[in-house]
């Protein structure tokens, strides 16, 4: 396959992936029409809008594989959770959402697996990396920091229901600290800051998952208070965070730093 052809056959992909993410996204919505519980500002929103702007406008090799992740916890999740009875069991329009949910996930994660074998058999993959590699830690910091201030925006304007005003504060104030190191920082600095970040976050999510009350997960770290859903997201940003700082090329990187 010429690279032509594999970059319109990605492309493609990456098209395919992310409108199934936002088809998706419009079955939560009619969940939530339907009497579907869920909190103010949804966090399956985040899970299923950012790896699709991600794989549509992102270049970057693991794009498609956050999808194929985010796939398998919302897959896994709805089954895992009990919810999927909700499929047969529910209001009519509950039910449609969900199984369009359901239905559009699968061919998001099917298009990104596809992208990602087509990567890999090519040899592109190691190609991709090499250029990622060098600015990962400042591309990790501008997309987190972009997610983190977006949750501390939609939460003050939402209210405290969901967070609370010191859990707003801290998603907003990463946002605010991730977009300046990865905007206007250097590299070796964005890296640093990654792995403080996500340090933090991922203390925090296992902090949580090791301390929080059986079967709620709830737990007061003395300024707010965190559960199930908390602790997951805290853990896998955190990851991400550390992904991108410790896999940053630290040798080309602190040359790009130095001309």
């Known amino acids: ?37 869920y909190p103010a ?34 897959t896994f999740g709805t089954f895992a959770s009990g919810e999927a009875g909700r499929l047969i069991d529910s209001s ?14 699968v061919v998001a994660t099917v298009a990104a697996a596809g992208m990602t074998i087509r990567t890999y058999r090519t040899g592109e ?19 987190l920091g972009v997610v983190f201030l977006a949750f501390g925006i939609v939460g003050f304007v939402a ?8 859990h707003n504060l801290l998603h907003f104030l990463t946002g605010v600290f991730a977009l300046a190191v990865g905007l206007a920082g250097t590299v070796p600095l964005a890296q640093i800051g990654c792995v403080v970040f996500g340090g933090v976050y991922v203390a925090l999510g ?14 007061n770290t003395g300024l707010f208070t965190v559960a199930w ?9 955190g990851l991400l ?10 040798g080309q990187s602190l040359l790009r730093h130095r001309t």
């Open 1 to 37: 396959m010429s690279t032509t052809v594999l970059d319109l056959s990605v492309a493609r992909g990456g098209r395919t992936a992310a409108a199934a993410l936002l088809v998706a996204a419009i079955g939560v919505m009619l969940q939530i029409l339907g009497g579907a519980t």
């Open 206 to 219: 296992v902090g949580g998952m090791a301390l929080g009350a059986p079967g709620t997960g709830a737990w």
């Open 229 to 237: 859903g908390d602790h997951i997201f805290h853990s896998l940003i």
């Open 159 to 166: 209210g405290e229901q969901d967070f609370g005003l010191s």
């Open 92 to 105: 009519l329009l509950d039910a449609a959402g969900l199984w369009l949910q359901l239905l559009a996930v």
């Open 41 to 74: 500002v949804p966090p399956v929103f985040f899970i299923l809008l950012i790896p699709a702007a991600l794989v549509a406008f992102g270049r970057w090799w693991w794009t498609p594989v956050l999808v194929v992740l985010a796939g398998l916890f919302l």
């Open 241 to 250: 965070f550390l992904a991108g700082g410790l896999l940053t090329d630290r």
């Open 125 to 143: 993959v190691g190609r991709s990396v090499r250029r990622t590699r060098t600015i990962l830690a400042k591309r990790t910091a501008q997309v």
